[in-house]
């Protein structure tokens, strides 16, 4: 069964600290993985996309990576601020499935 | 652009009630999609569509209809409402490549909150 587990499930971590949060999948024949960041009640914004010929993605202080062959995905934030706190959500578009496969996310929580 | 706008944002339906969830997305994206957000269970596809006139079964479409009759909009309508349909419902759209498949970043509206009593 083709399935995304995020653990853990939250987080915690002093303003400043640069932080991993972690992705795993359960089957290695991917399109792409993307990450997702969703604030309290509202809709979902994409961080990154990486596709599946890629190693890895950077957007300003967040730096996605990708390996197939061990099912990983990490997103890296450097230098972490309040505003970063969020839930991260990967999702997963496994080769002949029509649908992304979501992990159900880590709420992080950056401590002034 | 407005991106991806979903009304309305809050909805409480009574049992057996009908309703129709809109969509709209003013980035010329063919692909659509919807999807429903429960607590544990991340989230799971209901229909989608790869573009006008066409429109398929997700992971979880019954009880869910939906039809596409221009790019820009994708409707989805709760047929008789059950209790087991209160969730957070967002819809999304991208670009598709080949054979319609989604190979962009995925764009998501803010959801509509749906309770069913």
């Known amino acids: 069964k083709q399935e995304v587990t995020q653990i853990p499930a939250a987080l915690s971590v002093p303003e400043g600290e640069n932080l991993v949060l972690n992705c795993s999948f359960t089957d290695s024949a991917i399109y792409n993985l993307q990450w997702f960041r969703q604030d309290p009640g509202k809709g979902l914004t994409s961080l990154l996309l990486i596709q599946s010929s890629q190693r890895e993605q950077t957007s300003g202080r967040l730096n996605a990576s990708l390996d197939k062959s061990s099912g990983r995905s990490t997103l890296y934030i450097a230098a972490s601020q309040p505003g970063d706190s969020a839930t991260y959500l990967c999702a997963v578009k496994f080769l002949g499935n029509e649908k992304l496969t979501f992990g159900t996310g880590t709420r992080l929580t950056i401590i002034p | 652009n407005a991106g991806v706008t979903q009304t309305p944002k809050f909805q409480v339906l009574k049992t057996g009630q009908s309703m129709t969830l809109q969509c709209a997305q003013d980035m010329n994206h063919e692909y659509m999609s919807w999807y429903r957000q429960d607590p544990g269970m991340g989230l799971r596809l209901i229909h989608y569509s790869v573009g006008a006139g066409i429109t398929d079964q997700g992971e979880v479409p019954n009880g869910y209809n939906v039809s596409r009759s221009t790019t820009e909009d994708f409707p989805l309508r709760l047929l008789s409402a059950a209790p087991s349909q209160t969730s957070v419902y967002f819809c999304?759209?991208?670009?598709?490549?080949?054979?319609?498949?989604?190979?962009?970043?995925?764009?998501f509206g803010p959801g509509t909150r749906l309770t069913v009593l």
């Open positions: 999304a759209s991208s670009y598709s490549g080949l054979a319609g498949k989604p190979t962009d970043t995925q764009y």
